[in-house]
């Protein structure tokens, strides 16, 4: 089992920067990949960016390339999103996912979710 808790977010102003954190439980992080989700109001939940368990690789929406920054320290169980160049339509609740990559299905299997964080960006 591990358990995720975000931490960070806030209300920001448009063009501003917020770093979220998301502190894993368990001596078996490092083997699992880590997501960044969001979802905001009436929409579905969308994919932000994910990294690999050793954090050599680094995934992204194409809304977010170039302006958010995804990174872990296994050392200390923490995955972070660093969002910079903010945007209104930034505005959801984020959530931190881990699990690992299922080979059959060709992508990771997102099996623990945290409870998520409110980022709200202003105009």
């Known amino acids: 089992q591990v358990q995720l808790v975000e931490s960070g977010g806030g209300l920001v102003q448009a063009g501003g920067s917020l770093r979220l954190s998301c502190a894993a439980s368990g001596r078996t992080f490092s083997s699992y990949d880590m997501g960044w989700f969001r979802q905001a109001p009436g929409k579905e939940r969308e994919f932000v960016a994910a990294v690999s368990g050793n954090g050599g690789s680094t995934y992204y929406a194409d809304s977010v390339k170039g302006r958010f920054t995804i990174s872990r320290d296994n050392a200390k169980n923490t995955v972070y999103l660093q969002m910079n160049s903010l945007k209104p339509e930034d505005t959801a609740v984020y959530y931190c996912?881990?699990?690992?990559?299922?080979?059959?299905?060709?992508?990771?299997?997102?099996?623990?979710w945290g409870q998520g964080t409110q980022v709200t960006v202003s105009s």
């Open positions: 996912a881990a699990g690992p990559f299922d080979y059959g299905l060709g992508e990771t299997r997102y099996d623990y």
